[in-house]
Each structure stands twice: as C-alpha cells, then as structure tokens.
C-alpha cells in the first residue's frame, strides 16, 4: 500500500495535488482498509506538499488604537501618474 501511495502521489501527471484529489485517484484503481489515514499520513509528511501548501490562516498583527487630534486628521492617498491620455477614435 505504500508503494501504491508512493507512486500515485509523485507521478508527474497528479502530483501535489493535495488529500483529496489523490485519494480519488487512488481508489479509482486500488482498496485497502485504512486508506484515507494513509494517504493523509503521507501527504502530510511530503516536503513538497508543505512547501508549495499556503498555510490555512493568514498572520494578522495586533490591532492598535490610533490617537487622531481632529477629523481626517490623518489620511492616505495613493499617487500615480502622470497617465496617458487615450486618443480620439474617429
């Protein structure tokens, strides 16, 4: 069986593709008992996985309170330009 795994999750038509999509892949073709706890063990253990897999929560900072004197006491503004001017269709 894990040579079955093996082979299904590094073939290079499905590779890294994630728990699910190998699984169904897999019993396409093959059964065992434990199957799904098997091929989540190695998915979990591939380093190519981890790499490539973004993580499910992003990192946020901690929120700070801003002390602002007045009204639009402190603002933002994106600049761009100078921008083409588009020409006249006749």
Same mark, same amino acid.
């Given at each position: 069986?894990?040579?079955?795994? /093996?082979? %299904?999750?590094?073939? @290079?038509?499905?590779?890294?593709?994630? =728990? *699910? &999509?190998?699984? @169904? &892949?897999i /019993?396409? /073709?093959?059964?065992?008992?434990?199957?799904?706890?098997?091929?989540? @063990?190695?998915? &979990?253990?591939?380093?190519?996985?981890?790499?490539?897999? @973004? !993580? &499910?929560?992003?990192? /946020?900072? !901690? %929120?700070?309170?801003?002390? =602002?004197?007045?009204?639009?006491?402190?603002?933002?503004?994106?600049?761009?330009?100078?921008? !083409?001017? !588009?020409?006249?269709? *006749?």
């Open positions: 069986m894990q040579l079955v795994v /093996r082979e %299904m999750h590094n073939e @290079s038509s499905g590779a890294h593709f994630g =728990i *699910n &999509k190998k699984l @169904s &892949k /019993r396409e /073709r093959f059964y065992w008992v434990r199957c799904r706890q098997d091929v989540e @063990s190695w998915c &979990k253990k591939c380093r190519t996985c981890a790499a490539v897999k @973004s !993580p &499910k929560t992003k990192a /946020r900072g !901690p %929120m700070q309170p801003q002390n =602002i004197g007045s009204p639009f006491g402190r603002t933002a503004r994106e600049v761009a330009g100078p921008l !083409p001017v !588009p020409e006249e269709r *006749n």
